[in-house]
């Protein structure tokens, strides 16, 4: 379901018209798994609440850092909540 934040950030430096998606992506983990406001999100990752802003417009991309972080929230939150939608498609 999720590409691997350090392979989008690796097409976006080769096509910066992918940077767009990249920005859907950060997007997508902060509010669609993770639950978050900006502000709980950017103290998750230790930055500050512009960053994220930026992120999500495609204004910036994130460092390798922030990408690794994002990466080990997904993989951490993104598979329990890939388990939760299961088992309400069985019991719905």
Not at 42 to 67: D, K, N, T
Request: charged share 25%; net charge positive; glycine share 6%.
């Amino acid at each position: 379901m999720f590409q691997s934040f350090l392979n989008m950030n690796q097409r976006v430096r080769a096509q910066p018209q992918n940077k767009l998606a990249l920005a859907a992506r950060v997007r997508q983990l902060r509010v669609d798994v993770l639950g978050q406001t900006q502000m709980q999100f950017c103290a998750m990752l230790g930055c500050i609440q512009a960053c994220v802003s930026r992120w999500e417009r495609g204004h910036f991309c994130p460092s390798a850092r922030y990408l690794e972080r994002m990466q080990e929230l997904f993989v951490k939150y993104g598979e329990r909540e890939t388990d939760d939608k299961a088992n309400d498609a069985k019991s719905g």
